[in-house]
Structure formats: structure tokens, C-alpha cells
């Protein structure tokens, strides 16, 4: 069972840049996925990024395109935690922000998206961006 904890999120102004971080416990992967998703009010839950990697150690990151260039994924493998830098905020970025993860991996980006690819999930943190 792995267990997964959020944190940073808040009210924020657009243009700022504050960073989550998910924290994970329990079993440990030396292959798989942790990616962040985030519902809107009124929205259904939205792929934002994921970074993958391998027993060798390999990352890839892949990224929404209405994130792209502005929120950068990352993972400390010392820590168990991955992060997403989020930089110049605008206030459609107002989300719930979810950690989710899976020890598998694909080739395939659209596996990624999809939030049924995931076995494991925080309860969010809320990230408000005021204009």
C-alpha cells in the first residue's frame, strides 16, 4: 500500500510561483509513475504532469500543454517525493491539486493522462490563484 500526501497549496496572486509537494510512504517503486492531476470547480479532473522513471534511474516528464513552459514536475528519490514548481499562476490554474501514483509504466503519453492508469491518490490540496 503506498500512502500520499500533498502540501503547499493556498491562496496565491497570479504571476506567483509556489511549489507542491507529495510525499509518498509505504511501498516503494524502482519502476513507475507519479503525476499530478487537478478538478476545477465544476470540472472534471484534468492530467497536468507526470514524471516517470526506471530501476536505472531514467526521468521523463510529460506535461499538459495548458502547462507546458510554466509548471516544471520533479522527484527526489531520497525523499519519496515529487514536486511541482508551478510559475506565473493565473487564476484558471484555481484547482484542487491531486498526487497520484503507479508502478507501472507505458510508452504511450495518453497512459499518462489518464487517470484510471493510477492506483494510488492524495486527497488534494487546494490552490487558489486570485487575480
Known amino acids: 500500500q503506498v500512502q500520499l500526501v500533498e502540501s503547499g497549496g493556498g491562496l496565491v496572486q497570479a504571476g506567483e510561483s509556489p511549489r507542491l509537494s507529495c510525499a509518498a510512504s509505504?511501498?516503494?517503486?524502482?519502476?513507475?509513475?507519479m503525476a499530478w492531476f487537478r478538478q476545477a470547480p465544476g470540472k472534471g479532473r484534468e492530467f497536468v504532469a507526470v514524471?516517470?522513471?526506471?530501476?536505472?534511474?531514467?526521468?521523463?516528464?510529460f506535461y499538459a500543454d495548458s502547462v507546458q513552459g510554466r509548471f516544471t514536475i520533479s522527484r527526489d528519490n531520497a525523499k519519496n517525493t515529487v514536486y511541482l514548481q508551478m510559475n506565473s499562476l493565473k487564476p484558471e490554474d484555481t484547482a484542487v491539486y491531486y498526487c497520484?501514483?503507479?508502478?507501472?509504466?507505458?510508452?504511450?503519453?495518453?497512459?499518462?493522462?489518464?487517470?484510471?492508469?493510477?492506483?494510488?491518490w492524495g486527497q488534494g490540496t487546494q490552490v487558489t490563484v486570485t487575480s
Open positions: 497520484a501514483a503507479s508502478p507501472k509504466t507505458d510508452y504511450r503519453r495518453s497512459y499518462y493522462s489518464n487517470g484510471a492508469s493510477y492506483d494510488y
Open positions: 509505504g511501498r516503494t517503486f524502482s519502476s513507475g509513475a
Open positions: 514524471i516517470t522513471w526506471s530501476g536505472g534511474g531514467t526521468y521523463y516528464a
